[in-house]
Nanobody
Framework: QVQLVQSGGGSVQAGGSLRLSCGAS????????MAWFRQAPGKEREGVAA????????YYADSVKGRFTISRDTAKNTVFLQMDSLKPEDTAMYYC???????????????????WGLGTQVTVSS
């Protein structure tokens, strides 16, 4: 059973930085896509960033380009989300996801991912 274990998050003032991490265990494929999503109260889940653990391009939502960076540690099946220049509108529950199915949606589409972490809260105050 694939498990995604998240850590990081917390509260920060606007302009500050936070780092999230997500480790995947019991994954049968050597390389796979992992992504970060977020969901604010009353809003739909939104894709933030995605990366292939085997290397290659990263994908970002327009709202976070230039501020967030997704990276990976392939040997540990772990991805990180470095969040800089945080804004109050970045406040949300952040979820890690893995197991992208390209037939179900693009790389930042929540319906296209099979495995999910439990989420971690990020709160940015003005």
């Amino acid at each position: 059973q694939v498990q995604l274990v998240q850590s990081g998050g917390g509260s920060v003032q606007a302009g500050g930085s936070l780092r999230l991490s997500c480790g995947a265990s019991a994954y049968t494929s050597r390389y796979f896509y992992m992504a970060w999503f977020r969901q604010a109260p009353g809003k739909e889940r939104e894709g933030v960033a995605a990366v292939y653990t085997g290397g290659g391009s990263s994908y970002y939502a327009d709202s976070v380009k230039g501020r967030f960076t997704i990276s990976r540690d392939t040997a540990k099946n772990t991805v990180f989300l470095q969040m800089d220049s945080l804004k109050p509108e970045d406040t949300a529950m952040y979820y890690c996801a893995a197991g992208w199915n390209g037939y179900a949606g693009h790389r930042l589409a929540s319906q296209a991912y099979k495995y999910w972490g439990l989420g971690t809260q990020v709160t940015v105050s003005s």
